[in-house]
C-alpha cells in the first residue's frame, strides 16, 4: 500500500491549494506540446485556489513554468512558485486541496498522500509501463492518457477529471 510521512510542517494558508508539477524527468515525450501549460494553469487559476508550482530540477523547467505562469495570466498574489527539496514538495501536495501533473514522483506522492489528484500520462513506451507507473492510493485519483498529445483535446480531457472529483 502506497505510504508517505513527509516531516516537514508545511502551512500554505487558509485558501483551497491546487499543485502543479509541471516537470518530466528529463523525458521530453512526457510534455504536451504549447500552449497545453499555460493554459492549465490559466483554467486551474479561474477556480479560485492557490497556485502552487513546483520549479522543478534544472533551469529548462523553471523557465518553462515561469513562462506558463506568465502566460496564463493568473495574478501573482494567487501563484505560489517552490524550487526545492521534494520532500518539502510531497508535504505541500500532502495538504493541498488538488495536485495536477504530468507522470513524475509527484504523482505518486499525492496518491499515496490520498491527495485528490490528475495525472496527465504521456510518452509511456509501452501498455504495460502505463500499468505499472500509473498512481494509486487511497484518495481520488484520475489518469488522462494521453495517446495523441493534442493540447487541446488533452486540456479539456483534464479539466473534465478536475470538474469529476469536486474539490475545487
Known amino acids: 500500500r502506497p505510504y ?67 502566460r496564463s495570466r493568473v495574478p501573482q498574489s494567487r501563484v505560489l512558485t517552490w524550487q526545492g527539496s521534494f520532500s518539502t514538495f510531497a508535504a505541500m501536495i500532502r495538504k493541498s486541496r488538488l495536485y495536477v501533473g504530468y507522470d513524475s514522483a509527484g504523482q505518486h506522492a499525492a496518491a499515496a498522500a490520498g491527495t485528490p489528484l490528475v495525472s496527465v500520462f504521456a510518452g509511456f513506451a509501452s501498455h504495460r509501463m502505463f500499468a505499472r507507473w500509473r498512481p494509486t492510493g487511497p484518495g481520488p485519483v484520475a489518469v488522462v492518457r494521453v495517446e495523441r498529445p493534442d493540447p487541446a483535446a488533452v486540456l479539456e480531457e483534464t479539466l473534465a477529471a478536475v470538474n469529476r472529483l469536486g474539490v475545487l
Open 4 to 70: 508517505i510521512a513527509p516531516a516537514e510542517p508545511v502551512d500554505l494558508g487558509p485558501d483551497p491549494v491546487a499543485a502543479i508539477s509541471l516537470g518530466v524527468g528529463e523525458n521530453p515525450a512526457k510534455r504536451l506540446p504549447d500552449p497545453f501549460e499555460e493554459e492549465l494553469v490559466r483554467e486551474l487559476g479561474g477556480t479560485g485556489a492557490m497556485l502552487l508550482l513546483d520549479k522543478g530540477v534544472g533551469r529548462e523547467e523553471a523557465d518553462r513554468v515561469e513562462r506558463a505562469i506568465r
